[in-house]
């Protein structure tokens, strides 16, 4: 076990000992004092700034030390806010100024507001700032789609195990592409599998329906903390979070109103507000206000001179699903000013890879229902048409503007895969090839893969997919990717990975480069 481990786990032990009677409440477990056995995040840390996360049990004051080693003998104090109902009860509280490329520990404690002296236990955590210099390189690991299907925390096979096997590689950080939750998708208590074997979940009451209220969408959020697993890594690995459709409802899109027996709300907007509300209490996210819907999910993460990480959000600012054969579609996807945003951060960016996050795919056709389609791509293989009009411009703008270091990662579809894109094999023609690469589930149902769309050119050069629908983690490994960027070199490596320690599929890109062929 490294050195930075230690420390963590010796938090992680109370935070499990208080999480023992499954799916209670912290409140139930410990009397007296704030107690924070939901444990501890980071988020979009830089090369000088964190965001730490906490969640007590009830009303209390956040408190964070920070040290640059274990023992805490020398600790610089941050004084956080005030922990109450209005966020459930969590808050984040944003490091600055803290030294480039070097570990840095930290414990949270949560003290009553009206008495400083009761405090309860600290919890520890630790993480990596980004580098200053070329030199240490940057890896880091990405994924989405966690407790969907039906397939929850399941203790007989330990849980979501994909988090621990992540922790083990410790990564610099850990890109989470979406789908971070599916509160449209309530949980049983058992579910018989084809081979006859039993799949059984921890249960809580808003996992037993769809969420509509703001208590049920943060029950969702809450839900995930309840692994062990999950909570070891958030106190190792800090987080880059984005989200897709699952955090709402499935293939939702603004405007949207349901019709769906299942929810007595049916207005999409109204849900989305409240989810949002809930992601960026449970999710230490710099753009999202922790008090309310206000604030973007779209960013960049600057991650060194390496690596700029561009977090994008297809959901908030999309048009309708539809048959996407319309010649003028200037909302497409990412909404105009998402795309101004985009364009503009690309062409400023000096790092020399730039990661676009995605969290859906661009040339794999993902319907919606019999005629509509959920992603960008609709099947037609000619020139760009719908939403795929808003990627050409993109994709135009990355070649004439010579922008180099350009790489797609994604999840959504639930198998893994690399697609390569070149203009010879396109419709449309004016882009500089580019790879884009697919992982997922974390921890939920897998499925075959999708049709291909010609428009971009893509070449599946590898995919690994199960060959029928909602495939079960018992049943079939779980998948994330992998990114390791020399420091020296600068080349690039993508690994893709399955469940078990197996590296199905390797790529080194070089940098430096507008395009990257297929090589």
Same mark, same amino acid.
């Given at each position: 076990?490294?050195?930075?481990?230690?420390?963590?786990?010796?938090?992680?032990?109370?935070?499990?000992?208080?999480?023992?009677?499954?799916?209670?409440?912290?409140?139930?477990?410990?009397?007296?004092?704030?107690?924070?056995?939901?444990?501890?995040? /980071?988020?979009?840390?830089?090369?000088?700034?964190?965001?730490?996360?906490?969640?007590?049990?009830?009303?209390?004051? *956040?408190? /964070?030390?920070?040290?640059?080693?274990?023992?805490?003998?020398?600790?610089?104090?941050?004084?956080?806010?005030?922990?109450?109902?209005?966020?459930?009860?969590?808050?984040?509280?944003?490091?600055?100024?803290?030294?480039?490329?070097?570990?840095?520990?930290?414990?949270?404690?949560?003290?009553?507001?009206?008495?400083?002296?009761?405090?309860?236990?600290?919890?520890?955590?630790?993480?990596?700032?980004?580098?200053?210099?070329?030199?240490?390189?940057?890896?880091? #690991?990405?994924?989405?789609?966690?407790?969907?299907?039906?397939?929850?925390?399941? &203790?007989?096979?330990?849980?979501?195990?994909?988090?621990?096997?992540?922790?083990?590689?410790?990564?610099?950080?850990?890109?989470?592409?979406?789908?971070?939750?599916?509160?449209?998708?309530?949980?049983?208590?058992?579910?018989?599998?084809?081979?006859?074997?039993?799949?059984?979940?921890?249960?809580?009451?808003?996992?037993?329906?769809?969420?509509?209220?703001?208590?049920?969408?943060?029950?969702?959020?809450?839900? +995930?903390?309840?692994?062990? $697993?999950?909570?070891?890594?958030?106190?190792?690995?800090?987080?880059?979070?984005?989200?897709?459709?699952?955090?709402?409802? $499935? +293939?939702?899109?603004?405007?949207?109103?349901?019709?769906?027996?299942?929810?007595?709300?049916?207005?999409?907007?109204?849900?989305?507000?409240?989810? *949002?509300?809930?992601?960026?209490?449970?999710?230490?996210?710099?753009?999202?206000?922790?008090?309310?819907?206000?604030?973007?999910?779209?960013?960049?993460?600057?991650?060194?001179? #390496?690596?700029?990480?561009?977090?994008?959000? *297809?959901?908030?600012?999309? $048009?309708?699903?539809?048959?996407?054969?319309?010649?003028?579609?200037?909302?497409?996807? #990412?909404?105009?000013?998402?795309?101004?945003?985009?364009?503009?951060?690309?062409?400023?960016?000096?790092?020399?890879?730039?990661?676009?996050?995605?969290? *859906? &795919?661009?040339?794999?056709?993902?319907?919606?229902?019999?005629?509509?389609?959920?992603?960008?791509?609709?099947?037609?293989?000619?020139?760009?048409?719908?939403?795929?009009?808003?990627?050409?411009?993109?994709?135009?703008?990355?070649?004439?503007?010579?922008?180099?270091?350009?790489?797609?990662?994604?999840?959504?579809?639930?198998?893994?895969?690399?697609?390569?894109?070149?203009?010879?094999?396109?419709?449309?023609?004016?882009?500089?090839?580019?790879?884009?690469?697919?992982?997922? &589930?974390?921890?939920?149902?897998?499925? &075959?893969?999708?049709?291909?769309?010609?428009?971009?050119?893509?070449?599946?050069?590898?995919?690994?997919?199960?060959?029928?629908?909602?495939?079960?983690?018992?049943?079939?490994?779980?998948?994330?990717?992998?990114?390791?960027?020399?420091?020296?070199?600068?080349?690039?490596?993508?690994?893709?990975?399955?469940?078990?320690?197996?590296?199905?599929?390797?790529?080194?890109?070089?940098?430096?480069?507008?395009?990257?062929?297929?090589?």
């Amino acid at each position: 076990m490294s050195y930075n481990r230690r420390t963590v786990l010796r938090g992680s032990l109370a935070a499990s000992a208080a999480l023992s009677l499954g799916a209670a409440a912290p409140a139930q477990a410990l009397r007296g004092r704030p107690n924070a056995a939901w444990g501890v995040q /980071v988020g979009d840390v830089t090369s000088s700034s964190g965001l730490v996360w906490v969640r007590s049990d009830r009303p209390a004051r *956040m408190i /964070v030390e920070t040290s640059a080693t274990e023992s805490f003998r020398r600790t610089h104090r941050w004084h956080g806010p005030l922990l109450g109902p209005g966020t459930d009860f969590t808050g984040t509280t944003a490091l600055r100024g803290l030294p480039a490329g070097e570990q840095i520990h930290y414990r949270v404690t949560t003290a009553d507001p009206d008495d400083p002296r009761r405090t309860g236990e600290p919890v520890y955590g630790t993480f990596r700032t980004a580098p200053a210099r070329r030199g240490p390189g940057v890896r880091f #690991l990405w994924s989405g789609d966690i407790a969907g299907q039906g397939w929850g925390i399941n &203790p007989d096979i330990g849980g979501f195990r994909a988090f621990d096997e992540m922790r083990r590689l410790d990564p610099d950080f850990f890109l989470s592409s979406g789908d971070t939750v599916y509160a449209d998708g309530p949980l049983v208590p058992s579910v018989t599998l084809p081979d006859g074997r039993v799949w059984r979940n921890v249960m809580t009451e808003e996992k037993a329906k769809v969420a509509e209220t703001l208590a049920e969408y943060r029950g969702n959020f809450r839900y +995930n903390l309840l692994d062990d $697993n999950v909570r070891r890594f958030n106190a190792q690995v800090p987080t880059v979070a984005q989200w897709d459709d699952h955090e709402v409802r $499935n +293939n939702w899109y603004p405007g949207q109103l349901l019709d769906d027996a299942r929810y007595t709300e049916k207005d999409v907007d109204v849900l989305a507000a409240r989810a *949002m509300r809930a992601f960026g209490e449970y999710f230490p996210v710099s753009t999202l206000s922790p008090r309310g819907s206000e604030g973007r999910m779209h960013r960049v993460v600057r991650y060194g001179p #390496l690596l700029d990480v561009f977090v994008l959000d *297809m959901r908030s600012h999309r $048009n309708a699903n539809s048959p996407g054969r319309q010649a003028d579609d200037t909302t497409g996807i #990412l909404g105009a000013e998402q795309l101004t945003w985009l364009k503009r951060e690309l062409s400023h960016s000096r790092a020399v890879w730039k990661v676009i996050a995605s969290d *859906m &795919p661009l040339g794999l056709v993902v319907p919606d229902g019999a005629v509509n389609f959920e992603a960008v791509a609709q099947g037609d293989p000619g020139a760009p048409l719908g939403r795929e009009l808003q990627i050409a411009e993109l994709l135009r703008f990355i070649k004439h503007r010579r922008i180099t270091g350009t790489l797609w990662l994604t999840a959504d579809v639930h198998y893994t895969s690399a697609q390569h894109y070149a203009p010879e094999r396109a419709a449309f023609k004016d882009f500089a090839p580019f790879w884009e690469f697919v992982s997922g &589930p974390l921890a939920a149902g897998g499925f &075959p893969a999708n049709a291909l769309d010609g428009t971009f050119g893509p070449d599946r050069v590898f995919v690994r997919a199960p060959e029928r629908a909602n495939v079960s983690p018992m049943e079939s490994p779980q998948y994330f990717g992998e990114v390791d960027i020399d420091g020296g070199s600068g080349e690039l490596t993508v690994r893709l990975r399955a469940e078990g320690g197996t590296v199905l599929f390797s790529k080194v890109l070089q940098p430096g480069r507008v395009g990257q062929d297929r090589g």
